[in-house]
């Protein structure tokens, strides 16, 4: 149909309409496909007329011409299917599931089961997704919400949802004007003719009285098609269908395979995007400028997938459960402590900062590169410059001539990008000449030279580390208007890609679905991405602001964002819909002219951050309105450099005079004030008794660097220089020496801490109206608000604490009792027994929202909701029976099994299959953890062997038997266990006999103790307690031995160890034992610093003790035990104490490279971290 013919149908529609033709005017809107009513589509959808709905849908789209209109049919479908329910017309129900649903289990056959499974509810609102359906019209009032937006975001009805701008009765004023033109040519006009028909040509009269000609032959009007003659609309040239929309792929890719269409909501139907490299980034149209400010979410975008997505798992594992994916309105009100409202921290860097980076691991580690080519890491815990380095070529020689050419021309050199790779072994840094340099880092100060490449002609303008084909790279951009990768251990380029006709700004490199693609960014403003062959660019397109724009995803990779500046200095900030290439969303908010170039970050899935004003301005991600500033307390530049670290606790900001402000939201002013606590704890003794030196960091590093020349075995000299360092960083000219008094030295005045009476302590027995068993499986749930325990009777306890004036916070504490949660239903979580749950291995995983948990207790793996208390599938029937579960931490798709049969199955819970059986044990498997940062697998068995398993092909890549000491019968108190350091490259293991921490890539000790014994309990006390020795068994001590160990001397009434774990930030490890004593000890040491005695927190004359220990995930200085007559207490220190004593003193030989800084760990009995 010509574009002549499209527009008079638009104006026939608009006389039907103004001629009240109300029926006409939509079925014509729906046969012509022209226009979508929206208006009508929404009255029709609030009155529940579903068959005119579907009829009219029909005319636009059909069920499977892509994702975004298979969503738009589901919800319908499934909102007539909910009212059938809500209604008890069961009958109607059935009929609707067979006839309008089924058609969605040809794509996730789960999804249908767990619909079908509805009719079994007597009121489906017990199902935790619909809990919050209300009415009928309230929830069609929120699913068309919904399906406006996935209209909006389908392709197929682009241009459609707008009528054109029409002036009124516009056919009659052209039948008119036609009609004035006709009359002008007749050969006598009227004055005033009349005008009687249409279907002729206007005439003022035949002179001889002849009838006007019949319509049917008049030429002027053509032939008049036959009934049903009319060419289908699919066959008119200009409006064919669109096509199939793109998959979510940050390559916004055309032409997907066929067979899959990728769910809209994330999951929720649960079609997965296609894999295809041959099928990204294929020229997507460039984004429309027309009203940029205009917030169209795609099909993709979060309003779609994030809202949509059940209160369950979506974002963590597709099980069958995955379904319903409609949820209802969440206030977006934010407490204050989500803001980094409080300056925690002042750095003096010197020089005007150009970039920052936290560490990955280490949550306080920050690089900062400045505008003078100096780099510096700090310690923003303690404050303490570690290293500053002034910018130096390494090698010149090696160099080409243009650079030193450039060198000797103009000598000043300013960092455009400094980042640490992934697992923060190493970090980069691009200089505005040439070069990059990559340093390895190796924990304290101790950075090394590892890699100098002479880069680009010109600036090094960014640089960025990446993974392809599972090999660290490092990818730079410059101003030669080339993007290049080059390999990390040797510096061997890779690739170079060539297309950008202006200098390179920035490189942002990413994956999805084992797709690894690079986006960049030119000055000219166009943007493109690259796949990691030589087939050139995939995209070509427009970024706002047409100048000086880096990229960056959000933390989960799932969202695209955005920062430009022009030339004239306006900024945008906007969010990608990677299905089309276009934006999805312009943040509102900045000036009309930014004085420089706009820096931004994101944080926590959650919100933007962008420096702006002298501000510091923060964007929910959802909402493009302007949620808050930050001035933090002046003295900010117009364009402050800002950077958060991976928590998203600490924010760096640079300041005018050359420096650095840490803002803290309420979490990172707490671990601060945890490492200050650490701090002062170290220095307090020395200070009651030694003078505080007066000296400057340079000083300090002078005397240090003297001392450690001189040989000084003492070390005093050098301790004293690091100490004025740590304290106060004045610059002094008077520097007065340390006099260290050693009768008073701080070893010899350290006492160890001992808890024997209930006073000394905070405990708290959680109350249970129900007997129970002994406590197989304790854990606190992620929001640290509840604490969950499994029963050897195969029954889960969920204890949930209430938010009051007493608790603010909600989160678990000893001072507020809480209570024994059960739904309205009375129903318990219990797992599938076998004929003797007492003697079963019981094993749980929690999902990271705290809405489901996985459980096993030697029957069927059993999946629960949470809220409800509902089975929601069940999996896996024995033989062999589970023994451990745990979640991969990158994809929650994937869950580790350990069996008792000695392998380990990784099951992809989404496709109901086993991918892999590892088989490297001999006997049942008893612990799993996984790092995030060395992608491997640690498993353990009741064996005594430890394994390390590949995440990517899953090889066994190196095992060790634990030494038991001989003579020492075991007794089966406790399995093998594993546990990650927040490192993530350490783990802790533990075995009733010893307690050992492993450095992982080598499973080598981190550390060596000849021997170290602890003071015994007072008499008065139990009698058994732990005299606890680091031993080498098998082997001379002056010796490295395979491992290192806490280990009990083999005699007959020596105290097993029942469980360990380290606290939440990996600082200490708290130890149960067979005598109900507890342990705490500190972590980088291991030396003992804390005894609790039963005393303190068990009634007398009570014969149990500890079987499992849990950490809580955010008070380091809180844990819970789970008891063998089913009773759960949870401990802390005094308020006036805040912590479980001073870390013990470092004895010669005893340090340990374990990083200090506080993250979360991860936990072998708590995988899902």
């Not at 099909?299 to 459960?321: A, F, I, Q, W």
């Not at 300056?343 to 580690?365: C, E, I, K, W």
């Not at 940062?933 to 398993?949: E, F, P």
């Not at 980088?1084 to 927190?1097: D, F, N, V």
Request: charged share 20%.
């Amino acid at each position: 149909m010509s574009s002549l013919s499209r527009e008079l149908v638009f104006l026939i529609l608009q006389f039907l309409d103004e001629e009240k033709f109300k029926e006409t005017v939509h079925k014509l809107e729906q046969e012509s496909g022209f226009y979508f009513n929206m208006k009508y589509f929404e009255d029709e959808v609030i009155n529940g007329n579903w068959d005119e709905v579907e009829r009219y849908l029909g005319g636009f789209t059909k069920v499977d011409d892509n994702r975004y209109s298979m969503k738009i049919f589901f919800e319908i479908r499934k909102q007539k299917y909910l009212e059938a329910l809500d209604k008890h017309d069961r009958s109607k129900a059935v009929e609707i599931l067979v006839k309008d649903l089924k058609v969605f289990a040809s794509f996730n056959e789960e999804l249908f089961k767990e619909i079908t499974q509805l009719l079994t509810l007597e009121n489906f609102r017990e199902n935790e997704q619909l809990s919050k359906y209300g009415d009928t019209k309230s929830a069609r009032a929120i699913m068309l919400v919904e399906l406006k937006k996935l209209i909006e975001a389908n392709p197929l009805f682009r241009d459609k949802l707008q009528f054109p701008n029409l002036k009124s009765s516009r056919l009659r004023t052209l039948i008119n004007q036609s009609l004035n033109w006709q009359h002008q040519l007749c050969k006598n006009p009227r004055p005033n003719p009349d005008i009687k028909t249409l279907f002729v040509d206007h005439s003022c009269g035949q002179p001889n009285g002849a009838r006007a000609p019949s319509p049917a032959n008049n030429p002027l009007l053509g032939s008049i098609p036959k009934p049903g003659g009319f060419p289908p609309l699919g066959a008119h040239a200009p409006f064919q269908p669109a096509p199939t929309p793109v998959p979510p792929l940050a390559g916004w890719m055309s032409n997907p395979p066929a067979v899959t269409h990728p769910a809209v909501s994330g999951g929720a139907i649960g079609f997965g995007t296609p894999t295809n490299p041959a099928a990204i980034l294929k020229h997507p149209r460039t984004p429309t400028t027309a009203n940029p400010s205009m917030d169209y979410p795609s099909g993709d975008s979060d309003h779609v997938s994030k809202r949509t997505r059940p209160v369950g798992m979506s974002e963590e594992v597709n099980l069958p459960v995955n379904m319903l994916p409609m949820t209802y309105p969440q206030s977006h009100s934010y407490p204050q402590d989500d803001f980094h409202k409080t300056v925690a921290r002042t750095l003096s860097q010197g020089s005007a900062p150009m970039s920052m980076d936290f560490h990955p691991v280490q949550q306080t580690l920050l690089l900062v590169g400045t505008n003078v080519g100096d780099i510096g890491l700090w310690d923003v815990g303690t404050k303490d410059k570690l290293v500053l380095r002034n910018f130096k070529v390494w090698d010149l020689g090696k160099c080409s001539m243009a650079l030193q050419a450039s060198l000797v021309k103009d000598p000043t050199v300013s960092v455009n990008r400094i980042i640490w790779s992934p697992d923060g072994t190493l970090f980069g840094v691009a200089y505005s000449r040439h070069i990059v340099q990559i340093y390895s880092y190796h924990g304290g100060d101790d950075i090394r030279q590892h890699l100098e490449i002479d880069a680009h002609v010109g600036g090094v303008n960014d640089i960025a580390f990446a993974h392809p084909n599972k090999q660290l790279c490092i990818v730079t951009c410059g101003d030669d208007k080339t993007i290049k990768v080059w390999e990390a251990t040797s510096g061997a380029k890779q690739f170079t890609f060539e297309g950008h006709e202006a200098p390179v700004y920035s490189v942002c490199p990413h994956y999805k679905e084992n797709i690894q693609f690079i986006f960049s960014t030119a000055l000219d403003g166009k943007i493109k991405a690259w796949l990691y062959d030589n087939l050139g660019s995939r995209v070509d397109y427009d970024a706002p602001g047409h100048w000086c724009t880096t990229m960056a995803y959000s933390a989960d990779g799932s969202r695209l964002f955005s920062c430009g500046t022009s030339k004239d200095g306006e900024s945008h900030l906007v969010e990608w819909n990677e299905s089309e290439g276009a934006v999805k969303r312009t943040y509102q908010g900045f000036r009309k002219r930014s004085m420089g170039v706009v820096q931004f970050d994101t944080t926590r899935n959650r919100f933007l951050a962008a420096g702006d004003e002298f501000l510091i301005k923060i964007w929910d991600m959802d909402t493009t309105s302007l949620l808050t500033t930050i001035d933090a307390d002046g003295g900010l530049p117009a364009s402050p450099r800002v950077r958060f670290n991976k928590e998203g606790t600490l924010l760096a900001v640079s300041t005018h005079d050359n420096g650095i402000k840490i803002l803290a939201n309420a979490d990172g002013v707490r671990l601060l004030r945890t490492l200050e606590n650490r701090s002062f704890d170290a220095s307090r003794s020395a200070s009651e008794t030694v003078t505080k030196p007066l000296m400057n960091p340079l000083t300090a590093a002078a005397v240090a660097a003297s001392a450690a020349a001189a040989g000084t075995s003492s070390g005093n000299a050098a301790a004293s220089a690091i100490t004025a360092m740590n304290g106060d960083n004045r610059s002094l000219v008077d520097v007065k020496p340390r006099i260290v008094d050693e009768s008073l030295d701080k070893s010899k005045v350290w006492k160890l801490m001992e808890i024997t009476e209930s006073n000394q302590c905070r405990s708290l027995k959680l109350t249970d109206n129900m007997r129970t068993s002994k406590i197989s499986r304790l854990i606190y749930t992620n929001s640290g608000v509840a604490i969950l325990a499994l029963a050897s009777n195969a029954v889960h306890l969920l204890w949930k604490w209430p938010r009051n004036d007493r608790n603010s916070t909600g989160k678990a504490t000893a001072n507020v009792s809480p209570q024994l949660w059960q739904p309205p239903s009375g129903i318990l979580m219990t797992n599938d027994i076998t004929d003797n749950p007492e003697e079963a291995v019981h094993c749980f995983a929690l999902s990271k929202n705290d809405s489901y948990v996985m459980s096993a207790s030697g029957g069927k793996i059993s999946l629960f909701n949470m809220m409800t208390f509902k089975t929601m599938t069940t999996f896996m029937p024995p033989p062999p029976a589970a023994t451990f579960l745990a979640f991969h931490p990158q994809d929650n798709n994937i869950i580790a099994i350990g069996m008792d049969d000695s392998t380990i199955q990784i099951y992809n819970v989404r496709i109901d299959e086993v991918k892999s059986k590892l088989r490297g044990h001999s006997k049942k498997i008893t612990g799993l953890a996984f790092s995030n940062v060395l992608n491997v697998l640690v498993s353990s068995g009741a064996d005594a062997q430890i394994c390390v398993w590949s995440t990517d092909g899953w090889d066994k890549l190196r095992s060790r038997f634990l030494q038991i000491p001989s003579g020492r019968p075991t007794s089966n108190i406790l399995d093998t266990r594993v546990q990650f350091h927040q490192d993530q490259l350490h783990f802790l293991v533990v075995h009733e006999t010893q307690i050992a921490i492993y450095e992982t890539t080598k499973l080598e000790p981190v550390k060596q103790v000849k021997s170290l014994s602890l003071p015994s309990p007072p008499p008065s006390r139990a009698p058994s307690t732990c005299v606890v020795r680091v031993h080498c068994k098998g082997q001379r001590l002056c010796h490295c031995s395979p491992y290192l160990c806490f280990q009990w001397p083999v005699r007959e009434n020596s105290t097993p160890i029942t469980h360990a774990m380290f606290s939440c930030d990996s600082q200490l490890i708290y130890a149960s034992f067979l005598d109900a004593t507890v342990c705490i000890f500190n972590a980088s040491s291991l030396r003992l610093q804390c005894r609790i005695l039963p005393a303190s927190y068990l009634p007398q004359n009570v014969s149990v003790y500890p079987v499992v220990v849990a950490a809580h995930p955010s008070e380091a200085n809180q844990f819970a035990l789970g008891l063998t007559d089913g009773g759960v207490y949870v401990l802390e220190p005094l308020e006036s104490e805040r912590k479980w004593g001073n870390p013990p003193p470092a004895e010669n030989g005893s340090t340990s490279n374990l990083s200090t800084a506080p993250n979360g760990a991860s936990s072998s009995d708590q995988p899902e971290r």
